[in-house]
C-alpha cells in the first residue's frame, strides 16, 4: 500500500519528506513577521471552505494545501519581532530527531514498543536528575509542565495518605500551599485530585511575587492548627509573569522543619541547570521531593518535551498500574509504563539526547544566558523611556510594562494594554502579551530567542508607541483602531 510507510514505500517517503521541508525552508527563508495578520474570521472562513468529507485530493495536494492553508497562517516563534508567551525557537538537531520519532514511531511505554528507546529516556531522566542534584533521583518524560505538576502532587498526595486507614476522611483535609504567581495548573492539579475547593493555600509573597519563607511557616503552621494536613508546597523556579525564582534554599529549611513535600514547578527557570553564570539562582532545588522541568521552553525543544524528576525512585510507585497484556507483575523488562500517567508515550527524550550530543549542555546553557541578558537591557531601555514605564523586575527573561506617556492617567493606560496587544496582533509585525499584576493591566515581554537583538526588541517597543499614541490621539479610545499605525 503506497499509503502507509514502509520498505515498500521508502523512496516514496523520501521524495515526499523531502518535498515537504523545501517547503517550509521557502517560509523559513521568506517569514519576516511573527503572524499573517489574518483575523479570526478570516482564517474560520478558509477552514470552513474545506470539505473534509469531500473526495481525496492526494497526497502532494494535500501537503500543499497545508501550505497555503495552515504553514502560511502559522506563529513563528523564530521571528525575532516574536515576543509574547514562552515558546522558543528550536534548534536544528531536536527537529531532525522529531522526524525520526514520526517515521519509527516508537512508544516508549513498554520495552517491547520501544527497545533502545527506554534506555536513552532513562539516560537522559539520569542526567536531568544529576544535573538537579538528586544522587539517586528518577522521573519520567511528560507533555508539558500541567501533566508534570499533576503527578508530582498525587505523589506528594499518596505520601500524604500512606499508611492512612480512611482515606475519604483524610482527603479533604489535605492542603497545598503556593504563591499567588505560581501556575494555575496547581489548581487544577488539586481539581483533579479531588481535593476540597479551598485546598490551595497561597502563602503571602514579597513585592517580586516570590514565595516568603517566614510566610510559609506561618501558613504552615496555621493549617496544622485548623486541623488540616500539608499535603505539599509548591515552589516556583520561574514564575510566569514575572519571571522570578522562589529562594529554593530558604523555602526547603521550612519544608525540612514541617516534614512537608517539597515540589519545585521550574518549567520555565529549568534552563538555569545548564547555565554558566545563573545556575545558583537553583541552589536548594536538590533539596526537593519532586521537580518540574520543561525543555520545551529554556531548553529550545519542540513541543512536547517536559519531564517530572523525583529525588528518591521509590516515589513513583504509587502511579505504576500493572496489566496482563502489557506489563504484568511477572516481567522484568524495564517498562516506563510503571512510572507514567500516561500509556502511549511518544519518545520524546531523544530530541535532547540528540541535542546533548550535537551541541553540548555548555552551549544549551550559553544561549539561555544570552536571553536573560537581553532581558536585562531592554528593562535598562524601558526605564530610560520616557514614554513607557517598566513594572517590577525578573530574574529570567519576561519584561512587564505600559504606554504610559506623561498625563495619560492610570485608568486609560490600563485600558490601552488589550488594545495595542491586540492592534499588534493584527498587523502581524509583532507579538506581545498582555497580563495583570497587582491588580493592574500591563503588556508582557517574553524573550526566549538567542537571535534576537536588542535593537529587535526596541523595534516592537516603537510599534507599541506607534500604537499607543494613535489610540490617545483617537476620538473615540475604546473604540479606536490602532492596527493601521503598526502595519
Avoid at 75 to 103: D, I, S
Avoid at 356 to 372: C, E, K, Q
Avoid at 443 to 471: C, H, S
Wanted: net charge negative; proline share 5%.
Amino acid at each position: 500500500m503506497r499509503e502507509l510507510l514502509s520498505s515498500a514505500t521508502a523512496e516514496h517517503y523520501a521524495d515526499t519528506v523531502h518535498a515537504t521541508v523545501e517547503r517550509l525552508a521557502g517560509r523559513l527563508r521568506t517569514t519576516t513577521q511573527p503572524f499573517s495578520g489574518a483575523t479570526p474570521e478570516q482564517l474560520r472562513r478558509l477552514v470552513d471552505a474545506v470539505d473534509l468529507d469531500g473526495p481525496a485530493i492526494g497526497t502532494p495536494a494535500a501537503l500543499q494545501e497545508v501550505d497555503e492553508l495552515v504553514t502560511a497562517h502559522s506563529v513563528w516563534f523564530h521571528v525575532p519581532t516574536y515576543a509574547a508567551h514562552l515558546n522558543c525557537p528550536v534548534v536544528l538537531p531536536a527537529v531532525a530527531a522529531e522526524a525520526v520519532l514520526a517515521a519509527v514511531n516508537p512508544s516508549v511505554d513498554t520495552y517491547d514498543q520501544s527497545g533502545i528507546g527506554t534506555f536513552v529516556e532513562r539516560a537522559v531522566v539520569d542526567w536531568t536528575a544529576r544535573r538537579i542534584g538528586f544522587a539517586g533521583g528518577d522521573g519520567i518524560f511528560t507533555s508539558g509542565g500541567t501533566q508534570s505538576n499533576l503527578q508530582g502532587l498525587l505523589l506528594a498526595r499518596e505520601h500524604a495518605l500512606a499508611g492512612v486507614a480512611d482515606r475519604g476522611t483524610t482527603l479533604p483535609r489535605l492542603r497545598v500551599v503556593a504563591s499567588a504567581s505560581s501556575h494555575f495548573s496547581v489548581q487544577k492539579a488539586a481539581l483533579l485530585l479531588g481535593l476540597s475547593p479551598d485546598a490551595v493555600v497561597l502563602a503571602p509573597s514579597d513585592a517580586l511575587g516570590r514565595l516568603r519563607p517566614d510566610a510559609l511557616a506561618t501558613t504552615l503552621a496555621a493549617i496544622r492548627a485548623a486541623g488540616h494536613v500539608p499535603m505539599a508546597v509548591v515552589a516556583t523556579a520561574g514564575t510566569t509573569d514575572r519571571g522570578c525564582l522562589d529562594p529554593l534554599a530558604s523555602v526547603a529549611d521550612v519544608c525540612a522543619h514541617d516534614g512537608a513535600w517539597l515540589h519545585v514547578d521550574a518549567a520555565y527557570g529549568c534552563g538555569l541547570l545548564v547555565s554558566p553564570t545563573r545556575r545558583h539562582l537553583l541552589d536548594g532545588i536538590e533539596r526537593a521531593r519532586s521537580v518540574t522541568v520543561d525543555f520545551h521552553k529554556s531548553f529550545f525543544q519542540p513541543v512536547s518535551s517536559s519531564a517530572l524528576v523525583v529525588r528518591d525512585a521509590a516515589d513513583l510507585a504509587p502511579v505504576a498500574w500493572h496489566a496482563d497484556y502489557l506489563n504484568p507483575h511477572d516481567s522484568d523488562e524495564p517498562n516506563q509504563v510503571d512510572k507514567s500517567l500516561q500509556t502511549t508515550r511518544r519518545f520524546d527524550a531523544l530530541k535532547l539526547w540528540t541535542t546533548l550530543r550535537a551541541l553540548g549542555a555548555d552551549r544549551l546553557g550559553a544561549m539561555f544566558d544570552t536571553v536573560l541578558d537581553l532581558a536585562a537591557a531592554v528593562h535598562r531601555w524601558v526605564e530610560e523611556d520616557g514614554d513607557l514605564v517598566l513594572v517590577g523586575r525578573t530574574q529570567l527573561s519576561t519584561v512587564l510594562f505600559r504606554y504610559q506617556p506623561p498625563g495619560v492617567p492610570d485608568a486609560q493606560a490600563d485600558a490601552l494594554v488589550p488594545q495595542i496587544r491586540s492592534a499588534l496582533f493584527g498587523s502581524g509585525r509583532a507579538l506581545v502579551a498582555k497580563t495583570v499584576v497587582d491588580g493592574r493591566a500591563c503588556l508582557k515581554l517574553t524573550l526566549l530567542n538567542p537571535g534576537t537583538t536588542l535593537d529587535d526588541v526596541v523595534g516592537v517597543l516603537e510599534l507599541v508607541r506607534a500604537a499607543g499614541a494613535a489610540l490617545v490621539e483617537g476620538d473615540d479610545l475604546l473604540a479606536g483602531d490602532a492596527t493601521a499605525a503598526v502595519r
